[in-house]
């Protein structure tokens, strides 16, 4: 059997209209037609046990007899072994075909809503387009390999000294402590690049002792150290040349 109707709209006028000089018998198996009909979502076999079933006081021959009786009533139609009662046959149609376009237009609604939601918020089919920009691009794919060149090249213990010269929010590393000796030469080769374009060194290491070491290595001059922060103190000293090993002039 379908799966048919959970409910359905009846006319009480019209029903009691419609079973006017039925006998008790042919109501009970009318109304019990109908609401099979509507149930099982479509016509009925014509199986007077199976329909005896629902009913307690009636045998599959007294059922059959009856619904013969509603054949001649015009109440049901029996054709092919199958029962049919056309106003119920009309509300479940009805109801499947509502149901068919309801379920339609809820899948139009579902995808004009992701349409929409995508106008709304572009960026939403582009959370992978960063990434391919960045390597689409030489010069920021030859930036970054660079920085991941010199992270790799730290040891872990200064790997934050190197996110601060680099730019990044200054965090706590071994040269961040009281009055620390200079950073290593990896971490003083980083800030000692900034200061030769000209900018501040954003890490809590900068300071006189990681300027001294930098000039004393020749990565940068006073002059140099001078242009970006003039607060650093040098003693009397004769700048020796600037390094011409990794780059760095």
Known sequence: MRKGLEWYHR??????????????????????????????????????????????DMSPTQVKNTLLELVDADKIEIKTDRIREENALKTVQKFLKTSQVNAQNGS???????????????????????????ASNPAQAAKQAEKKEERE????????????????????SQCDAGEPPPCDESTLELMAKRVRNGERPQTRSWGQPAARA???LGMVTTDQVHKIDRTIEFETVNDPPLLELGGLR
């Open 11 to 56: 006319k009480p006028a019209t029903a009691v209209g419609g079973m006017v000089g039925l006998t008790a018998r042919q109501q009970c198996v009318y109304n019990l037609i109908i609401d099979l009909t509507c149930m099982h979502g479509g016509d009925l076999p014509n199986d007077p046990k199976w329909i005896s079933g629902y009913i307690r």
């Open 108 to 134: 139009k609604g579902g995808q004009k809503s992701s349409q929409n939601a995508t106008k709304l918020n572009p960026k939403s089919n582009k959370n992978k387009a960063p990434l391919q920009a960045v």
């Open 153 to 172: 090249r730290l040891p872990y213990s200064q790997s934050l000294s190197l996110s601060e010269a680099t730019g990044s929010p200054a965090t706590p």
């Open 214 to 216: 930098m000039v004393d």
